[in-house]
């Protein structure tokens, strides 16, 4: 049965706003009313769960300005593509704590590139510690949506998510399923295997618009399937067994056509309702680079009718959406809808 309402996720705590994943980025995001807040993990060379998007870091920290790691500059083959700057597993947490967050996209987001180079990274505990802290004075439930990394090639150099995961968790006191906690990858395996350690979470299953998860292609087994293939009727049949939810890039609900036209919503959500899924969905930003084409208004930076886009990921009754600017996400998917 879909929510009535959908879950507004702050994607990284609040990035419309500031860095990504930055302190601040979540104080504004639970300061907006955000649901839950989604924490991206990867891992340090000494075993600490840090929260970043991705392993290669020179992108949203000042590590290439630092010349004490200028060293540590490398190239590697991630997931299958090759990647050259600094990654997570080559320093300690010690090391990685120096550094400080930047803004991403600062041409499209000026506002928050202001904020850079003037706070810490995060570890996992930080933020759900935050979480927990923030719900208790609020006095409201909120929720942490923890996404696992490059899991598979995590486990390939000795850094295995799962026992890092369960013992953090369990430290922090969110292991036990005292707190909304949600698990997802768009890596099947380690939520499977997280599932078989009994973790007490709610478990979603990640999914591109197009082409095969990594894991599955890293397997080399024969015929396995696509993420339209896992998407089909039969497909979700399968996965309505094994998670209990999927989260869609929201392309696959909005089915634009070779315009940048809307044809959804695509019956892809209530598909995956029938069979009891969740289905939660990202990521809804309002600025015009990011919006299908039929509701860009202006400049890349400036915000388009993202109402009219978001509309249609609301009239798909999806239960979960990832949000960088949670107040507009609040205040969107909060409001009842009017009918003609």
Not at 87 to 94: A, I, K, R, S
Not at 309 to 333: K, M, N, S, T, Y
Request: one cysteine or more; aromatic letters at 8%; a negative charge.
């Amino acid at each position: 049965m879909p929510r009535r309402r959908p879950l507004v996720i702050g994607h990284r705590g609040a990035p419309g706003y500031r860095p990504e994943h930055s302190p601040s980025a979540y104080d504004l995001a639970l300061a907006m009313g955000a649901d839950a807040v989604e924490p991206d993990v990867v891992v340090s060379r000494d075993g600490v769960l840090i929260v970043r998007h991705e392993n290669e870091i020179s992108g949203t920290t000042d590590v290439s300005a630092r010349p004490e790691f200028a060293d540590r500059r490398t190239t590697k083959r991630v997931d299958g593509a090759e990647q050259t700057g600094w990654f997570t597993e080559d320093f300690t947490w010690e090391e990685l704590s120096t550094l400080r967050v930047r803004e991403r996209i600062p041409a499209l987001r000026a506002t928050s590139a202001t904020y850079d180079d003037r706070q810490p990274m995060l570890r996992l505990r930080d933020v759900l510690d935050l979480v927990r802290k923030t719900s208790l004075e609020q006095g409201r439930e909120i929720g942490a949506v923890v996404e696992i990394k490059h899991a598979t090639y995590f486990a390939g150099i000795g850094l295995d998510h799962v026992p890092l995961l369960l013992a953090e968790l369990d430290a922090c006191g969110w292991g036990s399923g005292q707190h909304p906690l949600v698990i997802e990858s768009f890596e099947q395996s380690v939520i499977t295997r997280l599932q078989q350690e009994g973790l007490a979470a709610t478990y979603v299953y990640l999914l591109e618009a197009a082409g095969t998860a990594y894991d599955l292609r890293a397997s080399r087994a024969a015929g396995v399937p696509s993420y339209a293939d896992q998407l089909s009727p039969r497909g979700l049949d399968v996965l309505a067994a094994q998670v209990d939810g999927i989260s869609l890039d929201k392309k696959s609900i909005l089915r634009p056509d070779r315009l940048g036209r809307s044809r959804g919503p695509a019956t892809v959500v209530e598909d995956a309702h029938q069979r009891g899924l969740q289905v939660f969905t990202w990521t809804a930003r309002p600025e015009n680079a990011f919006l299908l084409k039929q509701f860009r208004t202006g400049a890349k930076a400036d915000f388009g009718d993202y109402e009219g886009e978001w509309a249609i990921l609301r009239a798909a009754q999806v239960d979960g959406v990832f949000v960088d600017h949670p107040d507009l996400g609040v205040d969107f998917f909060r409001a009842p809808v009017v009918r003609d």
